[in-house]
């Protein structure tokens, strides 16, 4: 009992956090992974990594058989809680420490899991999650991650180079397991109830052995007779945009097809966090040019945070994500000018970087254009080496403008990801071209074309008149 105890006790020091965002959290998200940094958690790419997974904002429709499934993948001890308001972070990772510690509860989660996986997901040909099959843990060559499970960027740095560079073999997550439950319980894994088919995960149901689609074969580029595999990634998938989901064919090692759902429930007011200061000068509000451009530069390293830990540079990624958080708390022009010059320099010279990225999801300007592409993707005209680049270079010309006072013109001012002045949603055509840039993509580049758009599926989200709060 004692040495139990000790043992939970040092689970509990530093846990492994899986977060879960929801459609329309983005605001919960930032202040979940701020308080991370803060404290010095490290965070899971999976969760049977995981001993918290925390689910930031209200669950939207179509996520509950996601995160029931994530909940039994997760290895005890563990506890899943949530922070529906960015106030809420600090209580519910206290809370989650509470819980690992605590052994009667741990001790539930046990039996829970144990219920669910002779009672539930195997009586219908379902592997649980976490357990071999689906999920299994064993070596794989790079680029060829499992069904619902992937690589992750977790490799040494370059030896003899700069130990800030991304692996060269960096990997990918493309891990479609999930979880969470109600803050304020902590719920043990596999608690959550019933678990009726699989339809947003692309998994379940009869005849799938282990949780794995059945394998058909048909011609691949060689005109060889390969199997064929559907393959989901997201919704829940560190590092992906929330509510985007992908449903990919592939053959071998490449992508024959992709298929773009978007789950856009929301819990929160509707719209984007990112283009309120947009949103606040069309209502009639006084907004300076300087706090949309804060605003849009700290949006972009937020999609570059995501884009490097997609690469595997994690300490260029945790970089970006502290230049994002300073931008939003204040921090001053000359700060921040200094701060990004030296970040976007490092990242801009990197080869590896370059080697690993180009060539990658080209889309010319033209192509962009017709497709009703603005913004970065557009300007770039490019492979994703020049959509990162891009980002760098509207980051640096963002900050120099941080203390424009001059009103903003929201019907010229262009947004974090586009022209706000349509009647579509600047991410409503970055999704749109997602299927044609990943259809002949090899299955290793396909999440660092998806991380060099970074489509904000909370921008599908219907605002209702007068909520431009944030």
Do not use: K
């Not at 930032?30 to 991370?36: D, I, S, Y």
């Not at 590896?352 to 592409?373: M, N, Q, S």
């Not at 409503?428 to 090899?442: F, Q, R, T, Y």
Request: charged share 25%; glycine share 16%; aromatic share 4%.
């Amino acid at each position: 009992m004692g040495l139990i105890g000790g043992l939970l006790r040092l689970a509990a020091t530093r846990p492994r956090v899986l977060v879960v965002p929801m459609p329309g959290a983005t605001a919960v998200r930032l202040a979940v992974e701020g308080e991370l940094r803060r404290r010095g958690w490290p965070t899971a790419a999976v969760p049977a990594e995981a001993g918290v997974l925390l689910v930031a904002g209200e669950e939207v429709p179509g996520f509950a058989e996601l995160l029931d499934e994530a909940e039994r993948g997760m290895v005890p001890p563990a506890c899943c809680v949530r922070a529906r308001r960015p106030g809420e972070a600090v209580e519910a990772l206290d809370e989650a420490r509470r819980h690992l510690a605590n052994l009667d509860v741990q001790r539930s989660a046990a039996h829970a899991r144990a219920d669910a996986r002779r009672g539930g997901p195997q009586d219908r040909g379902v592997q649980p999650a976490g357990g071999s099959g689906a999920t299994g843990g064993q070596d794989r060559p790079h680029g060829e991650p499992h069904q619902g499970h992937g690589e992750r960027g977790a490799h040494d740095p370059e030896q003899g180079g700069d130990q800030n560079q991304p692996a060269e073999d960096a990997g990918h997550h493309v891990h479609a397991q999930h979880g969470g439950t109600a803050h304020g319980h902590a719920r043990p894994p596999a608690q959550r109830g019933g678990h009726d088919g699989h339809g947003m995960h692309g998994m379940g149901g009869m005849g799938m052995p282990a949780g794995l689609p059945m394998a058909r074969r048909g011609e691949d580029r060689d005109g060889l007779r390969l199997d064929r595999l559907r393959l989901p990634l997201g919704p829940i998938l560190a590092d992906w945009p929330a509510g985007l989901l992908l449903r990919l064919t592939v053959q071998g090692d490449v992508v024959q097809r992709a298929d773009v759902e978007t789950v856009t429930g929301c819990g929160g007011e509707g719209g984007s966090w990112w283009t309120v200061p947009w949103s606040r000068a069309r209502s009639g509000e006084p907004v300076t040019v300087g706090e949309a451009v804060r605003r849009r530069a700290a949006a972009q390293l937020d999609s570059l945070g995501r884009f490097l830990a997609v690469a595997g540079w994690a300490d260029a990624a945790t970089t970006a994500r502290w230049l994002r958080d300073d931008l939003i708390a204040g921090t001053p022009q000359e700060v921040m000018r200094r701060r990004v010059g030296r970040f976007a320099h490092r990242v801009g010279r990197s080869w590896t970087l370059r080697w690993l990225t180009r060539g990658l999801g080209r889309l010319d300007a033209d192509t962009a254009a017709g497709a009703g592409v603005t913004g970065p993707a557009w300007r770039a005209g490019g492979d994703v080496t020049d959509r990162y680049r891009q980002w760098l270079a509207d980051v640096i010309e963002d900050v120099a403008g941080l203390d424009d006072g001059s009103p903003l013109d929201p019907t010229s001012a262009e947004g974090p990801r586009g022209r706000l002045d349509g009647r579509r949603p600047p991410s409503a055509a970055l999704v749109d071209v997602l299927p044609g840039l990943l259809a002949g993509a090899e299955l290793a580049g396909a999440r660092l074309i998806v991380a060099s758009l970074d489509p904000d599926v909370d921008e599908l989200i219907p605002q209702p008149i007068g909520s431009a709060g944030g």
